[in-house]
């Protein structure tokens, strides 16, 4: 469903009145294409505090464009250093000349260190850094988004760096992302096919979210398996066939499910995408017990059983990725969604908990994508105002697109994001529900 405000507000007379009444100014994106494949202009550099970060030459390597700054397509930060209040003020000595000359769609990336548990002053002002970020996030509009990263080792941190930097996230802005000391794997033999040689199975990619992760995947090089319920067999062809890739009829909450996918590519598979949900919306006091376990059943039990049967039949294969998909609604909560609310947060358990784990004894990392109002079949179905008050509560002020989500799969997916783990990164354009 078209969102005819965004459209409205892009014409002179929809931006006068808008403007004139006070309503939301949501700025149209500029995302990813063949033609668009970076961000336009150069990277500004800034440090506060004393770094040790070896940042330099990643940055040559990710950012956009040059490093003469003009115009400004991104900032980056680094506060790694930064273990104490006057040091904090170096963020604010940096930031501050400069933020206005941030074009629009333009990325400001800030750079924290991991919390040190013995320091309780470089955890107050690192933590003290997640403040600020969402803070600007909500503050800095032209369809900037702002995020943080900490690290310890910028290498690993490089396959981040180079998404947040680029038009493949137009719609994160206001994330904490946490990318570990290693291992930094060898960057792909083709950059632009960064999958090549790889099979992805997504489930649920008939149509929505899933058609968009299974085609970027498809363009990142993968080979891609459809997976989808029979009954929507035909769509999941047609996309498998568009993709040159396969299509797997088969309902998720099968209990052998995991190994039927195990039998269905013996070979084994390199990335998993349990993107495969649904709702089943009433205020818990009107909700019947089965509209509890479906939607249980669906988007967090089978999602346990098919990684875990998978994993114990060694059909990952290390260097794999599994990103699983959970919903701002599972860390904000919102009425009428008990039951999604709790699987999608049990989602964000799963993945947090199992991550260490399965990189120690399979070497396969697990993250999962938290979108927020996203435009499809799935959210064209709510009623008219809810649906309007999802597209605009957000920093960005607009709703994200499958693609958005994809991106960002891609990039966990990416054989370089192998320091990234553990992590719930929300696609959300910052939704002002919850954190
Ligand atoms: P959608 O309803 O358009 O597509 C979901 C797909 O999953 C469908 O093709 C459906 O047939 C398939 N599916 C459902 N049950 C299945 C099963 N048992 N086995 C196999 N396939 C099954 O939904 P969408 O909007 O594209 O959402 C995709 C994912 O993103 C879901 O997990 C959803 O909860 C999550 N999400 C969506 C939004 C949003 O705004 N659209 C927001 C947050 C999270």
Not at 61 to 69: A, D, E, K, V, Y
Not at 99 to 116: E, F, N, Q, W
Not at 314 to 329: D, E, K, M, N, Y
């Amino acid at each position: 469903m078209a969102d005819r405000y965004l459209s409205f507000t892009a014409t002179a007379p929809g931006r006068f009145l808008t403007r004139r009444l006070g309503l939301p100014q949501p700025a149209a994106l500029r995302r990813w294409s063949p033609e668009y494949p970076d961000l336009d202009g150069g990277l500004l550099h800034l440090t506060a505090g004393p770094s040790t970060l070896d940042l330099a030459p990643v940055l040559a390597r990710t950012g956009p464009g040059t490093l003469s700054p003009d115009p400004v397509a991104a900032v980056v930060l680094d506060a790694t250093g930064v273990r104490d209040v006057d040091t904090l003020a170096e963020v604010h000595a940096a930031l501050h000349p400069v933020v206005r000359s941030v074009a629009a769609s333009g990325r400001v990336v800030v750079l924290g260190a991991p919390l040190d548990p013995d320091d309780h002053h470089q955890s107050a002002v690192q933590q003290a850094l997640e403040g600020f970020t969402r803070s600007l996030g909500k503050e800095i509009g032209r369809g900037r988004t702002v995020n943080l990263v900490r690290l310890t080792d910028a290498a690993a941190a490089e396959s981040t760096l180079r998404f947040l930097l680029s038009p493949k996230s137009a719609y994160v802005s206001g994330q904490v992302i946490g990318v570990g000391a290693g291992p930094v794997a060898e960057g792909p033999a083709d950059p632009h096919r960064p999958l090549a040689g790889r099979t992805a199975l997504v489930t649920g990619a008939a149509r929505g979210i899933g058609e968009a992760v299974a085609e970027t995947l498809a363009r990142d090089g993968a080979r891609v398996v459809v997976l989808d319920v029979p009954r929507a067999e035909e769509d999941a062809h047609r996309v498998a066939e568009r993709l040159g890739g396969t299509a797997l009829a088969l309902d998720i909450t099968a209990a052998d499910a995991g190994e039927r996918i195990a039998a269905a590519l013996p070979a084994g598979l390199d990335v998993l995408i349990h993107n495969a949900g649904v709702t089943r919306d009433r205020r818990l006091v009107n909700m019947p017990a089965d509209r509890w376990s479906s939607v249980l059943d669906v988007n967090l039990a089978s999602v346990l059983r098919t990684t875990d049967a998978l994993l114990a039949e060694g059909a990952l294969r290390p260097g794999g990725r599994i990103v699983a998909t959970a919903s701002i609604a599972g860390l904000a909560g919102n009425a009428g969604q008990t039951n999604y609310g709790a699987s999608k947060a049990g989602v964000a358990g799963l993945v947090r908990a199992l991550a260490p784990r399965a990189l120690a004894e399979h070497g396969v990392t697990v993250n999962a994508v938290a979108p927020g109002f996203i435009e499809t079949r799935m959210t064209a179905a709510v009623p008219l105002f809810i649906r309007e008050a999802g597209r605009r509560m957000n920093s960005l002020a607009q709703g994200g697109l499958p693609v958005d989500v994809a991106e960002t799969t891609a990039w966990l997916a990416h054989p370089a994001s192998g320091a990234v783990n553990g992590q719930v990164v929300r696609v959300c354009g910052q939704s002002l529900l919850g954190a």
